[in-house]
């Protein structure tokens, strides 16, 4: 099987690779909401990082202490208190709202990365990247339907967890530039576990082994679900690789369908189309103007192309 594999081109293999991570969220969104119906979400936060370090440590020390060293601690920190925060919003939109709907307003994380590069970088965001982010908010609108008595207060969570998810996303992109992998997944799991022991604390009760199977399970979830992201981006360009990503989506629907008996409500279609649409807008544009940016950085002579170019940013 394993020849047979190697054989294909990489776009199969980039697109088997896609297709497993989109299948891991979707599980671990399921497994989360089946921990949470027995413990509370902040403590289901604790025990998802506190098994991510024992996952990670012995990587680290294969790997030798040397690769943790760093300067940026003060960067890490605020990674990890914006990660734990992203989590424990996200885990109770696990366990309190719809499947299909947490899964669908968490896509506005790229929406909101631009307005913090934006607010807080100080980036050019031009006309396009601006009525694609419009686009996605009418497709929260559609949604969660605010004003109406439709509206669930509950569906405010995803929203708030992808915010904290861009946040940390944009320290990301600053330390993946001087720091390796390992110093980057180790320092985030041996920061969020203290954090997120302490509103763990609060609300305390001793697992079941069902539980913590759940949540051990759920941890190397993640992290295979993370070397199949890095391995789909080795073989394929990120435009090819998005689209997978949301497929989650249809995946998660229908486990919840099969599982809980969730009927997605009929606005998550339209909101849907327009949030994943807008997104998929934003992130492909962001990798359009980095790779002309780095068109410019290495010839300077093909400065006026990436110039016309970003004129519509």
Same mark, same amino acid.
């Given at each position: ?10 776009? #199969? ?27 509370? !979400? ?10 991510? #370090? ?23 920190? &605020?990674?990890?208190?914006? @990660? ?6 996200? +885990? ?14 968490? %896509?506005? *994380? ?24 419009? *686009?996605?908010? #009418?497709? *929260? ?14 569906? &405010?969570? !995803? ?23 390992? @110093? ?11 954090? @997120?022991?302490? !509103? ?13 199977? &759940?949540?051990?399970? /759920? /941890?190397?979830?993640?992290? #295979? ?10 073989? =394929?360009?990120?435009?090819? +690789? ?7 989506? !249809? ?8 599982? %809980? ?21 934003? =992130? ?30």
């Amino acid at each position: 099987m394993k020849a047979w594999f190697d054989r294909q081109p990489d776009t #199969v293999k980039a697109s088997f690779y896609a297709l497993c991570a989109a299948i891991l969220a979707a599980c671990f969104t399921l497994t989360i909401r089946f921990a949470t119906a027995e413990i509370h !979400p902040y403590q289901a936060v604790f025990l998802r990082f506190f098994f991510g #370090v024992v996952l990670i440590a012995p990587i680290v020390l294969r790997k030798g202490l040397a690769e943790l060293k760093t300067k940026r601690l003060p960067l890490f920190g &605020l990674r990890g208190v914006l @990660s734990a925060s992203e989590m424990c919003l996200w +885990f109770m939109a696990v366990l309190y709202l719809p499947l299909a709907e947490a899964t669908t307003l968490n %896509f506005t *994380v790229p929406l909101f990365g631009t307005i913090l590069a934006a607010v807080v970088l100080r980036e050019t965001v031009r006309a396009h990247r601006w009525i694609a982010v419009v *686009v996605g908010f #009418v497709g *929260v609108g559609l949604i969660i339907q605010p004003g109406s008595d439709a509206m669930h207060p509950a569906s &405010l969570l !995803p929203i708030a967890a992808a915010i904290c998810m861009a946040g940390a996303g944009m320290i990301t992109k600053q330390l993946v530039a001087t720091e390796s992998t390992t @110093s980057l997944l180790f320092y985030l799991m041996i920061m969020t576990t203290p954090i @997120s022991l302490i !509103p763990a604390l609060f609300v305390w009760q001793t697992p079941s082994l069902d539980a913590l199977g &759940l949540m051990a399970v /759920a /941890a190397l979830m993640m992290n #295979v679900m993370q070397v199949c992201n890095v391995k789909a981006l080795q073989l =394929a360009d990120y435009s090819f +690789f998005v689209g997978f990503s949301y497929l989650r989506l !249809p995946i998660i629907a229908l486990l919840a369908l099969i599982a %809980f008996g969730e009927v997605p409500d009929i606005w998550i279609l339209p909101g849907g189309v327009m949030i994943i649409g807008a997104a998929i807008y934003v =992130a492909l544009r962001e990798r359009k103007l980095a790779a002309s940016n780095t068109t410019t950085a290495q010839d300077p002579q093909a400065a006026t192309i990436p110039e016309r170019e970003t004129k519509d940013r």
